[in-house]
C-alpha cells in the first residue's frame, strides 16, 4: 500500500521559480496517518512507530529529495508549512493528529528540528475524486 507513491511532478520550469522563492510542494497519493495510530502503545506502557507509519515517513523524505534535491539546513532558518489531507470515504477527521509525522518526515531533510516551522495551516480537502492524497507546502520565512 504504501511502497508505491505517486507524487505529481512539477514541470521543470514552474519547479525552478519554486526553488528560487524558497517554497517547496509536494502531492502525494497516499493515505496520511494519525499520530495516534503511528504510535501506539505496547503492553509496558512505551510507544513506538508501526511500520506502515515509518514507510510513510521515509517516503515523504525521499519524494522531497527526489524532487528538489537535498537543502543546505539551517537552524536559524523558519519555515510556514501547509498540510491538506484528503481521504478516501470523506468521513470528518481531526486534522491536527496527522501533522506531527509530516513534519517529523522532513526532519534533517529539510530543517534541523521541526520547532523550525514556527507557522502551520491544516486542513482537509474534500474531494469528489474520493481517493487519498497528502498536499504538503513549504514555504522558507
Same mark, same amino acid.
Given at each position: &500500500?504504501?511502497?508505491?507513491?505517486?507524487?505529481?511532478?512539477?514541470?521543470?520550469?514552474?519547479?525552478?521559480?519554486? &526553488?528560487?522563492?524558497?517554497?517547496?510542494?509536494?502531492?502525494?497519493?497516499?493515505?496520511?496517518?494519525?499520530?495516534?495510530?503511528?504510535?501506539?502503545?505496547?503492553?509496558?506502557?512505551?510507544?513506538?512507530?508501526?511500520?506502515?507509519?515509518? @514507510?510513510?515517513?521515509? &517516503? @515523504?523524505?525521499?519524494?522531497? @529529495?527526489?524532487?528538489?534535491?537535498?537543502?543546505?539546513?539551517?537552524?536559524?532558518?523558519?519555515?510556514? &508549512?501547509? @498540510?491538506?489531507?484528503?481521504?478516501?470515504?470523506?468521513?470528518?477527521?481531526?486534522?491536527?493528529?496527522?501533522?506531527?509525522?509530516?513534519?517529523?518526515?522532513?526532519?534533517?531533510?529539510?530543517?534541523?528540528?521541526?520547532?523550525?516551522?514556527?507557522?502551520?495551516?491544516?486542513?482537509?480537502?474534500?474531494?469528489?475524486?474520493?481517493?487519498?492524497?497528502?498536499?504538503?507546502?513549504?514555504?522558507?520565512?
Amino acid at each position: &500500500m504504501y511502497a508505491q507513491a505517486e507524487v505529481f511532478y512539477l514541470n521543470p520550469g514552474c519547479k525552478k521559480e519554486f &526553488m528560487k522563492k524558497k517554497e517547496y510542494i509536494l502531492i502525494l497519493k497516499e493515505k496520511a496517518i494519525s499520530h495516534n495510530s503511528a504510535y501506539p502503545t505496547n503492553k509496558q506502557g512505551r510507544r513506538f512507530l508501526i511500520p506502515e507509519a515509518k @514507510i510513510l515517513k521515509e &517516503m @515523504i523524505g525521499y519524494k522531497f @529529495i527526489e524532487n528538489y534535491g537535498k537543502i543546505r539546513k539551517n537552524k536559524r532558518k523558519k519555515y510556514k &508549512m501547509s @498540510i491538506g489531507l484528503s481521504f478516501a470515504d470523506n468521513r470528518q477527521r481531526d486534522v491536527g493528529n496527522y501533522n506531527k509525522i509530516i513534519k517529523d518526515a522532513l526532519e534533517g531533510i529539510l530543517y534541523e528540528n521541526d520547532k523550525q516551522v514556527i507557522n502551520l495551516r491544516e486542513y482537509l480537502i474534500f474531494s469528489w475524486l474520493k481517493q487519498d492524497l497528502i498536499f504538503i507546502k513549504i514555504k522558507e520565512i
